[in-house]
């Protein structure tokens, strides 16, 4: 009898240590679960999976310790990017993120996250971008685009009423702190091979203690914006993309002239 043996040069995938057995909690099509697979995979590259420590807020990424087999500290709504101060502060040699929603570090960690910024600390912030508060009900967030419809804003967002969208990760940018500010997307295996690259960019650069790098990822959020994945992904190519361009927006602590 002839075996099959899958031989290490054969190999095309193998999923990465550092993520966990447990099932995740992610609506399908959503963008956090590969962006999970990405940072860890990051991790696992580096061989810094004792090193890394990373902080999840409230909102969906609640739950981010089930995923990945490093140090997790949970951080109140908002206040990620000061729990990441002090434990960056305390142990240096680790390598420190937050990982946290638009609801999260644009609205309620606004002050949180803009002082962390300014002050140059040396951690990695992920930003994932879906114009709305994913978790807590649909609500509109400060990401939501104009017209944009959510549970809060029936009729579409309103700007005489409810104002412009944030551009949160452009305001992070101008700030002096800042060293490596990108926005990227996973919904195309090319993108994902870009997103996984500007994590690892924005890790290698916390070795060099340069100040903070911020990756923000433009995601869908189909069950909150009522569609299938296939039918948010392209809402997101066709709305989110024109407002959120995709792209590099600071290198080396230089903006970047587009």
């Known amino acids: 009898m002839e075996l099959n043996i899958i031989r290490p040069e054969n190999l095309v995938y193998k999923k990465t240590n550092v993520m966990t057995d447990n099932v995740m909690h992610y609506c399908p099509g959503c963008g956090h679960g590969t962006t999970h697979r990405i940072i860890a995979e990051v991790i696992e590259e580096m061989g810094i999976q004792e090193k890394t420590i990373g902080i999840a807020p409230v909102g969906c990424s609640v739950l981010a310790y089930n995923y990945f087999d490093v140090d997790f500290q949970e951080a109140a709504h908002g206040r990620a990017p000061a729990l ?14 937050t990982y946290q ?73 101008q700030l002096p702190g800042t060293y490596y500010v990108t926005r990227q997307a996973v919904h195309t295996p090319a993108n994902v091979r870009k997103t996984k690259k500007a994590i690892r960019k924005a890790f290698d650069l916390q070795e060099k203690k340069v100040g903070m790098t911020f990756v923000e990822v433009v995601s869908n959020c189909n069950s909150g914006w009522k569609m299938t994945p296939v039918q948010a992904n392209q809402w997101m190519v066709d709305n989110m993309f024109p407002h959120y361009p995709l792209g590099d927006i600071k290198i080396d602590g230089e903006l970047v002239k587009h």
Do not use: C, W
């Not at 990401?143 to 579409?156: F, R």
């Open 101 to 173: 929603g638009d609801g999260d570090l644009a609205a309620i960690g606004t002050a949180e996250t803009i002082h962390a910024a300014n002050r140059g600390e040396n951690i990695t912030i992920i930003f994932i971008n879906n114009g709305i508060y994913g978790m807590t009900g649909g609500q509109m967030a400060p990401t939501t685009l104009i017209g944009m419809k959510s549970s809060t804003s029936p009729y579409g967002r309103e700007q005489t009423m409810m104002g412009y969208p944030l551009k949160i990760t452009e305001l992070i940018a």
């Open 84 to 97: 990441a101060t002090a434990v960056k502060r305390l142990l240096p040699d680790r390598f420190v993120f």
